[in-house]
């Protein structure tokens, strides 16, 4: 079972009450389409942390970093420039704040049955 948290010091002081050790920080890029978009794809960016607590649990908070209009290269999707940059600067922030927290810092994402997701850039 997921634990979502709605702030980072929420979810870092509950992982060291827990002897948690290592946390994962990971972009996440997500392609939506919903009536808010008309249709037209956006891409949403976040920064994730999680971490197991268990071996049933992990915990889990999203920071919302922006969302564009997807931009179509030569054969493939591309990122806006200006969200790349903005989500490079969150996730840089993100993980130092994990890091003076005092935990091990790992790359992806922590899922259902502590299925781990290699994560990858656009």
Do not use: C
Request: hydrophobic share 45%; no cysteine; net charge negative.
């Amino acid at each position: 079972m997921k634990l979502l948290f709605d702030s980072l010091d929420a979810l870092l002081v509950e992982l060291r009450d827990r002897k948690v050790e290592a946390v994962r920080v990971s972009p996440a890029v997500a392609i939506e389409t919903d009536p808010g978009t008309a249709g037209v794809p956006h891409l949403a960016s976040r920064v994730l942390v999680t971490a197991a607590l268990d071996d049933r649990n992990w915990a889990e908070w999203r920071y919302w970093v922006g969302e564009a209009v997807i931009e179509v290269g030569r054969s493939e999707f591309q990122m806006p420039e200006w969200l790349r940059e903005k989500q490079d600067r969150a996730l840089a922030e993100v993980a130092q704040r994990v890091d003076d927290a005092g935990f091990q810092i790992r790359e992806g994402i922590l899922t259902h049955d502590q299925d781990v997701m290699d994560t990858f850039r656009l």
